[in-house]
């Protein structure tokens, strides 16, 4: 419990000020209506993270012991040097952005999945609150693959500054309605333009930039799309479809996974 009130609280401060930051400029500036639904939504959101983490745990652990506390710990047990900690907080990071971007890019192709992923992309104002728009089903899915990260690392996590930035800041940073650009740091570092794109409603950008921190994988597995100097386009659904969030946030997925049996029914 005190996890969950500390995770509102981080989220409420940094909520603030990148509200605060997307105020500063007039072409960005947006009512706080279109900020109200996603935050009203996150503490349940966030409930159900910690639950099915509770659900979870017996699994994980096994998974741990069955792969004999992680790979990379069995390597570098003998060794405990700041230098070899913060290069595993760097394989960590790399290795879970290399995860999250198929499980992601998986999230795309798969129309089972994208009933899963849809909320996330419906907010036609793209912005810092965007971060807190997930489906529950959606996080389910990313436990339920997570067994590469747990057999490789085991039960060893970031140092608290990285999972801080990882898993608390850089949520807000790439979905922030802010006009910056990250210049040559573009194609190395993920930012709320480069992100955007993700987001964008042009067929030209379908598909494209699914790394949470590091562009250069897109690079690698050719989804990588570079904004142009003034490249922020318009968000949201594709089709421009539009849905009730309450009934987006919770039955959603079941109806469309409905609907598509039905369909295979009459086949």
């Known amino acids: 419990m005190p996890e969950y009130f500390t995770t509102l609280g981080h989220a409420a401060a940094l909520a603030v000020v990148f509200f605060g930051l997307e105020r500063l400029n007039p072409r960005t500036r947006r009512p706080l209506a279109d900020y109200l639904a996603n935050y009203v939504y996150y503490p349940f959101y966030v409930g159900a993270i910690y639950l099915f983490q509770a659900a979870l745990a017996p699994y994980f652990s096994r998974l741990i012991v069955v792969g004999k506390g992680g790979l990379l710990p069995r390597i570098v047990a003998s060794n405990r040097s700041a230098v070899l900690e913060i290069g595993i907080t760097l394989a960590f990071v790399v290795t879970w952005d290399v995860w999250q971007y198929w499980v992601h890019r998986w999230q795309h192709t798969s129309p089972i999945l994208w009933a899963t992923h849809k909320l996330h992309h419906s907010d036609p104002e793209l912005n810092s609150s965007s971060q807190s728009r997930h489906h529950v089903l959606s996080y389910a899915l990313n436990l339920a ?121 009459r086949r």
């Open 145 to 265: 693959c997570y067994a590469p990260i747990l057999l490789l690392f085991g039960a060893r996590i970031p140092h608290a500054v990285a999972a801080f930035l990882m898993f608390k800041l850089w949520g807000f940073v790439n979905h922030a309605n802010i006009r910056v650009s990250f210049g040559p740091l573009t194609s190395i570092i993920a930012g709320p333009q480069w992100h955007r794109i993700h987001h964008s409603m042009r067929a030209e950008h379908l598909d494209k930039n699914f790394a949470t921190f590091f562009p250069f994988i897109d690079r690698a597995f050719g989804t990588y799309y570079g904004p142009g100097e003034d490249e922020y386009p318009s968000t949201g659904l594709a089709g421009g479809e539009r849905e009730r969030f309450v009934r987006q946030a919770t039955v959603s997925p079941f109806i469309a996974w409905y609907s598509a049996l039905r369909r295979l029914a």
